[in-house]
C-alpha cells in the first residue's frame, strides 16, 4: 500500500476546520463564511438532485416501454430521496429554517432535450449515464466544502446512491 494510500484525512487538516454541524458560533451582525459556503454548496446540489428527480418523473411518463419506464421511476424516486435528505440536512444547519424548493437544477433543466435524447437510443442512455457521473463527481467534491455532518451524508448515502443510479443506467445499456 503507497503511503499516499496509507494516510487518513487526519493526516491532511483543512485550511479552516470545519464545525460539526449545529455547533456554529454567532458573532453578533456576521455570518460565518465557512458555514455560509457550506449551505451554498448543499442548496446547489439540492437543486441538481431536485431537477433530476422531476426529468426522471417526466422521462418515466413519456416513454413507452414498461421496462424502461420502471427503471426512470426507480431512479426518479432515488434522486428525489437525495434531495429529500439534502434538504434535511440544510433545514439542520439551518437551525430548522425550512429550505427552499428549488425550481430544477442547472444540468436537468432542459426535460425536452433530454427526453428526445433519450427516445433516439443508445446516445440517449450514454447522455443520461454522463449526467448521472458528473451528479456522482459534484457529490465527491463536495466532500472537502461542507461540514462533518453533511460528509456523512454525502458518504453514507448521496454516493452510495448514485452509484446505485449509474448501476441502473449500465444494466439499461446492455439491456438496449
Known amino acids: ?32 463564511p465557512a458555514h455560509e459556503d457550506v449551505l451554498g454548496q448543499l442548496h446547489a446540489l439540492l437543486a441538481s438532485e431536485s431537477g433530476a428527480a422531476a426529468t426522471y418523473e417526466n422521462a418515466s411518463r413519456s416513454v413507452g416501454d414498461a421496462v424502461v419506464a420502471r ?4 431512479i426518479a424516486g432515488q434522486h ?9 440536512q440544510i433545514e439542520r444547519l439551518s ?7 428549488p425550481d430544477g437544477g442547472a444540468p436537468w433543466a ?10 433516439t437510443g443508445p446516445a440517449g442512455w450514454k447522455n443520461l449515464r454522463d449526467r448521472e457521473r458528473l451528479g456522482l463527481q459534484r457529490f465527491r ?36
Not at 71 to 74: Q, T, V
Not at 80 to 88: C, F, N, P, Y
Not at 95 to 101: D, L, N
Open 110 to 119: 432542459r426535460l425536452s432535450e433530454i427526453t428526445e435524447v433519450f427516445l
Open 141 to 176: 467534491d463536495a466532500l472537502d466544502r461542507v461540514d462533518a455532518g453533511s460528509r456523512e451524508i454525502l458518504l453514507g448515502s448521496l454516493i452510495p446512491g448514485q452509484l446505485r443510479n449509474l448501476r441502473a443506467w449500465d444494466e439499461g445499456a446492455s439491456d438496449s
Open 71 to 74: 427503471r426512470l421511476a426507480a
Open 1 to 32: 500500500m503507497s503511503d499516499l494510500v496509507a494516510r487518513t484525512s487526519a493526516d491532511f487538516p483543512h485550511p479552516e476546520p470545519l464545525e460539526p454541524a449545529g455547533t456554529r458560533r454567532r458573532v453578533p451582525g456576521m455570518k460565518c
Open 95 to 101: 437551525g430548522g429554517a425550512e429550505a427552499p424548493k
Open 80 to 88: 428525489a430521496a437525495q434531495a429529500a435528505e439534502l434538504r434535511r
